[in-house]
C-alpha cells in the first residue's frame, strides 16, 4: 500500500471521528432552549426572592426566546425547592434561584437534608445579594445597638430574636450578634413572613434581623425602628440607618446572596450560555433599577466566581452552626 495515501487515509478517519463529535455539541448548543424552561424559587409569592425571579425570568425568557415558567416551592427555608431542583434531569430546562439558607447553611445545620447542594446543584451567577437591617418595635426604648446591648446585656432572662425560619440568615445572624455582644438570645422562628413582622410591630418579641427592603418598608411607615445595617456602608434606602462597623460591631457583616442554580450534570456549555444571559440580564437597566429597588444589590458573576463564593460561604456557615451547637433535626 501506497505509505501516502496510508497516511491521507487515517487523517481524513481521525477527522471525520472529531467533526462526528462535535457535531452533538453544536447540535445541543443550538438546539437550546427549545421548549419552555421551569425556575423554580423556594419562597412564597409576593416576597423579595419572588420579586427578583419573576423579574430574572422574565428577562431571560425575551433573551432565550422561551417560555419561563415560574415555579414557588416555598417552605423549610428554601430547602424544598433546593432539593426539588437537585433531584431533576441535567439537561438545563429547570434552574433554580437559591439563596445562602439553603445552600451553605442548611448542610451545616440539618444532618438529614433530602440533597447535597455541593454534589446535586452547579452555581450558574450569583445574581444578587441583600443586607439586614436590626429592627425593634417602635415602642421600645433602644434607639442605638448600643442601648440595645446595654438593655440585653441588663435583662434576666434571654432577648428574643424573631427569625423567618430555622436556618436562615437572621437566625444565625442573631446568634452571631449575641455572642459577639454578650447577650443571651433565644429565637423564635416563624414560617411566615408576615406573622413574623406581626410579632415585632406588636413587641412579642424584641428584635430580629430583616433584609433592607422589608425594613425600609416598615421603618418609614413607623411602625419598627431601624438600628443598624450588616452592609459595608449605608443603603441608600435607609440612609439615616448607621452600620454595624459604625455602631462598632465589624463582624456583623452577614448577608443574603442569591445564586440561579443547576442540577450537576448539565452539559457546560448549556451552564455557560446561562451565566452569559444572567449576566446580560442584570446589566439591563430596567432589571437592575427594579432589583435595586427591592433592596438587591446586583452581582452578576461568572460561573467561577460564583462556585469560589459558595464554596466559601458553605465553610463560613459551618463554623458558625457548629458554634451555635444547633441542630435542626
Known amino acids: 500500500m501506497n505509505p501516502f495515501l496510508s497516511r491521507r487515509r487515517c487523517l481524513a478517519t481521525g477527522l471525520a471521528a472529531s467533526l462526528a463529535g462535535a457535531v452533538p455539541r453544536l447540535a445541543l448548543a443550538q438546539a437550546y432552549p427549545s421548549r419552555s424552561l421551569r425556575l423554580v424559587v423556594g ?29 414557588n416551592r416555598s417552605g423549610a427555608g428554601g430547602q424544598i425547592a433546593a432539593g426539588f431542583a437537585a433531584k431533576s434531569p441535567p439537561d438545563g430546562y429547570t434552574l433554580l434561584i437559591a439563596d445562602v439558607a439553603g445552600i451553605s447553611i442548611a448542610p451545616a445545620a440539618f444532618s438529614k437534608l433530602s440533597y447535597d447542594p455541593a454534589r446535586e446543584l452547579v452555581p450558574v451567577s450569583e445574581v444578587v445579594r441583600t443586607d439586614f437591617v436590626l429592627v425593634v418595635p417602635n415602642a421600645s426604648p433602644a434607639k442605638t445597638v448600643a442601648e440595645f446591648v446595654r438593655m440585653a446585656s441588663s435583662a434576666g432572662d434571654k432577648t428574643n430574636f424573631a427569625t423567618f425560619g430555622a436556618g436562615t440568615p437572621g437566625h444565625f445572624g442573631a446568634e452571631m450578634f449575641a455572642e459577639q455582644a454578650k447577650f443571651r438570645v433565644e429565637p423564635v422562628h416563624f414560617r411566615a413572613t408576615g406573622d413574623a413582622v406581626t410579632a415585632i410591630i406588636a413587641g412579642d418579641v424584641q428584635a430580629a434581623f430583616v433584609s433592607t427592603a422589608l425594613a425600609m418598608a416598615q421603618v418609614k411607615g413607623g411602625t419598627l425602628r431601624a438600628l443598624a445595617t450588616t452592609a459595608p456602608q449605608r443603603s441608600p434606602l435607609l440612609p439615616e440607618v448607621p452600620t454595624f462597623a459604625e455602631a462598632g460591631f465589624p463582624k456583623a457583616d452577614f448577608s443574603a446572596w442569591f445564586c440561579l442554580f443547576v442540577p450537576a450534570g448539565t452539559p457546560e456549555d448549556i451552564v455557560a450560555e446561562l451565566n452569559t444571559r444572567v449576566v446580560e440580564a442584570v446589566r439591563d437597566r430596567e432589571v437592575r433599577q427594579r432589583l435595586e429597588e427591592a433592596g438587591f444589590s446586583i452581582q452578576g458573576t461568572s460561573t467561577e466566581q460564583a462556585r469560589r463564593m459558595v464554596a466559601a460561604e458553605t465553610e463560613r456557615w459551618k463554623q458558625v452552626v457548629t458554634a451555635t451547637g444547633f441542630k435542626g433535626d
Open 43 to 71: 419562597f412564597a409569592p409576593g416576597t423579595g426572592p419572588d420579586v427578583l425571579t419573576r423579574t430574572l425570568g422574565h428577562k431571560l425568557g425575551e433573551t432565550l426566546r422561551q417560555p419561563i415558567v415560574i415555579e
